[in-house]
């Protein structure tokens, strides 16, 4: 059995993990229909059952699925071997004074070009071109062959990737959550404001405390929109779309079709000719920030989570419902069995009867007896309270702190973006700060902290689209401005806004175990009176330093502006008073 559960591991990693990844890696790094093929097996494979030995035997699509993309892929260099043919045999004209005939154009932009040093002349760019389909066939290949090795029975129980699903299970609500966040943030644009809609809604449920379930239909609706975005953006990158849909256009700009390949093709006009702008080679467009790159890598694994999601969610809606009528009857059948079992002659008391089967009692109690005494003699009882006592006091004391955290990140929200909006939030720090009962006062305006907070990121996602100064007017001082990375003031903004949610989670964790009086029942131990000591010496370092940071903060924001305005000199009126205040104390 160790060997049959070694070949499952590596089927299941050659199959779920570095296919997917080979998958990926050949869509992108060249812009063809076969890279377009291998992106959408890519997108299938997520929506594929588990693999195990067990669900190769059971479900076909797994078949179905490697068989056809070992077909595809082995056509695909069967074309490759074609095209050199054509090529070595002079009957296909690929030079550089016919590099750009529409003939070449429409093999470039199938998948097959030219390897002659003078029309690609990087190596690169030739291993780019061609090492693709090649390394999915390999791959299809050796998943192929790994797959028909199975047993023809299936196993007892899988083993796979250490319950890979049970893991996946626990974890997928978060992961999809930041996927949601990294893939709406980034690279704001009005079909990425579906996913950072949801990502604000579901973290605000979150915070006060609603359940919102695993949410299968707005999932499977992501997934469907996500997939479609992909596609697009894909296609997009091909010469003859983009130039029809050109993306400085504001359709293209607010839908967020980013041109990231330059394929262009010009010839001099000189004798020898020479290659002006090459499509074969690798070139990215210009003036492209660093949330356009990220936006691609977010939307991947937003679909693939979103895609294992979906495996889960269609096992259990194509899950047979149960009669209630069949299970009467089988509860009945169930329990004319038990009684007529009851009145056999030959039952002893040394019998029982397990699931319809006669069973030896010493026998069966030796067994439970001897599990127990195995159980008992690997169980610490200890060793678990002094853990939980342990992780207990460490998540109360980071409840109880929250708070500070929430202070310092008010502090540098507000003058990390200098306005009238966020003057606001300076404004409630300093009087939060003030407070006789800091901690009690926070928690007073946490509903109005999220809200606030909430209105802010969404007024800086508008100004994070790709328009213009005539398009979307701005007012710098308000703080109705753009940045040159449009997406990184939304991505700080709703970090800073995670901070909120979890200050008013705190809030109600503490009112609901108030009312349970569970703060009481609190044990300890010498680890948890070390912990005790370092949060208390870090407590008073934090306090006796916070003035400091408030005063340095204040500072920095009055000389953050590049001008003499209202704003800088109401910042250094603040500083003045709170350093008054703190040499008079």
């Known amino acids: 059995m160790g060997g049959v559960d070694t070949q499952e591991l ?17 869509a ?21 059952p588990k693999f195990s030995f067990r669900n190769w035997l059971v479900h076909k699509s797994l078949k179905v699925y490697i068989i056809m993309l070992l077909v595809m892929s082995t056509m695909a260099i069967s074309g490759h071997l074609v095209f050199w043919a054509l090529q070595l045999s002079n009957k296909l004209d690929v030079t550089i004074s016919t590099l750009c005939d529409p003939t070449n154009i429409l093999l ?98 979150w915070a006060i405390g609603v359940k919102c379930g695993r949410i299968p239909y707005i999932k499977l609706l992501l997934l469907v929109i996500s997939g479609l975005q992909l596609l697009t953006l894909y296609v997009y990158q091909f010469h003859g779309i983009n130039t029809r849909l050109l993306p400085s256009s504001l359709t293209a700009r ?14 001099s006009t000189t004798h020898p000719p020479t290659i002006i702008s090459n499509p074969l080679h690798l070139q990215l467009t210009e003036k492209l920030v660093w949330g356009d790159y990220a936006f691609v890598f977010a939307l991947f694994a937003l679909y693939f989570s979103l895609g294992q999601s979906a495996r889960f969610l269609i096992k259990i809606s194509s899950a047979p419902a149960r009669d209630s ?71 109360k004391l980071l409840i109880d702190q929250v708070y500070l955290f929430t202070l310092l990140i ?3 929200w507000s003058i990390a973006y200098i306005s009238w909006m966020e003057f606001v939030l300076l404004v409630l720090v300093c009087f939060l700060c003030i407070c006789p009962k800091a901690k ?31 398009e979307l007017p701005q007012k710098m001082d308000i703080g109705l401005k753009r940045e040159k990375d449009r997406g990184a ?54 306090l006796t330093y916070w003035p400091v940071v408030c005063y340095v903060t204040l500072l920095t924001a009055s000389l953050h502006a590049h001008s003499i305005n209202i704003m800088r000199i109401i910042y250094l009126m603040f500083f003045a008073a709170f350093m008054f205040c703190y040499v008079a104390s």
């Open 410 to 412: 008010l502090m540098l």
């Open 325 to 395: 009528s069949a299970e009467a009857d089988e509860t009945r059948n169930v329990s004319l069995k038990l009684l007529h079992a009851d009145k056999r002659t030959n039952l002893t008391y040394n019998t029982i009867n397990v699931d319809g089967a006669l069973e030896d009692a010493a026998g069966l109690r030796g067994s439970i007896r001897s599990r127990h005494s195995s159980f008992a003699s690997s169980y610490h009882p200890e060793e678990e309270g002094t853990f939980n006592q342990i992780l207990t006091v460490l998540i």
């Open 489 to 542: 003031p939304v991505f700080f903004k709703a970090l800073f806004l995670s901070v909120f949610w979890i200050h008013l989670r705190a809030f109600l964790y503490q009112q609901v175990h108030l009312v349970e009086g569970a703060g009481s029942t609190l044990r300890h131990n010498r680890y948890t009176v070390k912990i005790y000591d370092f949060y208390r010496n870090v407590r008073h370092v934090i």
């Open 10 to 26: 590596v089927t299941y990693i050659m199959y779920r993990m570095l296919l997917p990844l080979v998958l990926v890696v050949a």
């Open 108 to 205: 470039m932009n199938i998948g097959f070009q030219s390897l002659h040093e003078d029309v690609v002349p990087d190596v690169l760019d030739r291993v780019r071109l061609i090492l693709p389909d090649f390394v999915v066939f390999l791959m299809a290949s050796v998943t192929t062959i790994l797959c028909f090795r199975s047993p023809h029975t299936p196993p007892h129980r899988s083993k796979t990737g250490l319950n890979v699903s049970r893991v996946w299970r626990t974890c997928e609500p978060f992961i999809t959550v930041v996927c949601l966040f990294l893939a709406g943030a980034v690279a704001p644009s009005l079909v990425n404001v579906l996913y950072f809609a949801t990502f604000i809604t579901l973290s605000t449920l």
């Open 254 to 267: 607010l839908l967020g079709l980013v041109q990231y390949y330059v394929q262009d093709c010009e010839i």
């Open 28 to 48: 992108c790094i060249r812009v063809s229909l076969l890279s377009l093929l291998w992106l959408l097996f890519f997108m299938v494979l997520p929506c594929l």
């Open 440 to 470: 009690e006062a926070s928690y007073s305006v946490a509903y109005p902290l999220v809200g606030y907070g909430t209105i802010l990121v969404s007024i800086q996602y508008i100004y994070g689209l790709d328009l213009t100064e005539a």
